[in-house]
């Protein structure tokens, strides 16, 4: 059984258009980068951060520093069940992998995060959010399994941290021994970051991605780019972020 | 799923004809009746909305994801135009609600409260045949009878007493403000407040010990505004 059609309202990407207008999907901190003097852009419906200004030394920074991007963009979608059956699911989604605690699995543009054997979060790119939250619905209502699927996408937001001292930026806010060999690429972890709860996930590189209470989003951004210009970093548009993989 | 979504009031007697206009669902009086959920598209939005009234006047809650609100905050002001919308912070709200005596958990109750003497009898279902968490307590309280009531009272000389200052009799307390504010619209001092069951009837004089001073208030038991609810739920 899945709860996905009684909680549909939660998905951002079911809004439609209506009365010539259609409805633009913003960061919980739209705000702070137009007063930033943002470039906006479109990704998937969505309003994102392109640049600041100089994109150069947005590059710069995640090449040679540490840029902070904000990706409330992406989707996040929490599957919950026993465990056999969360393992069963996410099997069938990622390609046969298994979730394993502390471990995300990157199928297809998706991370399947494991928070607990019974709980797992995927992390989508805009564009495959809705694709991904049906599959999960018809998986979790399949064959009499109790599963719950629940869209979260606006309940946590998210940033890149990318460069070469983006370690030397999370430990200014948080315990959570990121070494490279404590913290491999695809490791995952709920962890508190900035006094405030949270999860890390390596995605590949100098590259992390920090989810949040989306409530906490302006004080959690804060917090970072305080970290990172003290280290030499900045804020960094949706462009630049290409940069920090080269 | 709090943080991920937003929720907006929309109250006021224009508050249908504004909603209807961006909204093919039918929000009659018929088909969204009080105390009614339903999920629609507002403005393009996907909305879970509630017709409830905290504020006491024809109203709808519409809560919708986050990143949606700006949009949905836009079309609804602008919706709201012709019949003069404004956005209504926290402390009119209070101040609505008090004139309905509806009771703000936590500040007009606490962990000792019961429905049946919170003014709220309506809302206990023990003739139902599945047990439920309370249930013994409840019946317990029903069987001892009321020993103190909430209720709304009227201050005689407009003075707006602190909330949390003493009901006393003969010079002993016996109860508690809970709530109080001046209501620019009754033009008249209310609040609620707890009394021993004895003065929980419409005229009965209580007094408030408030920082020395003695105020005298005059209980009432029904809703200050509208106490047939016909703005309510009409």
Redesign the interface.
Known sequence: MSTGAELEFLSPNTAVTFDGAAPWLRSPIEWMHRDAGAELGERAGWRVVSRYGDAAEEANACRDAVGIADMSFLGKLELQAEAAVVAEIVASLAGGATPAPGRAILHEDVWWCSVTPQRVLALTPPERTAAIRTALDHAGGADGRFASVLELTTAYGSNAVAGPLARETFARVTALDLRPERFEPAAFAPVSVARTPGMVLREEGHRFVHLFGAGYAAYVWTAFIDAAESLGGRAVGIDALGAADA | ?????SAFNLAGPDSRRILSG?TELDCSNDAFTYLDGK?A?V??????LLRIGFVGELGYEL??????????WD?IIEAGTESGIRPFGLEPQRVLRLQKLHILVGQDTDAESNPLEAAMPWIVKLDKEEDFIGRWALEAVKERGEENKLVGFVVADGTVPTEGAAVVDAERPVGRVTSSRFSPKLERTIGMAWVPAALAEDGASITLADDGRRLTAEVQTAPFYDPDQKRLRG
């Not at chain 2, 799923?1 to 979504?5: E, P, R």
């Not at chain 2, 809560?63 to 949905?72: I, R």
């Open positions: 799923v709090s943080q991920g979504l961006l999920r598209g403005a393009g939005v996907p909305c879970l809560h919708c994801p986050a990143a949606l609100a700006e949009h949905l079309a």
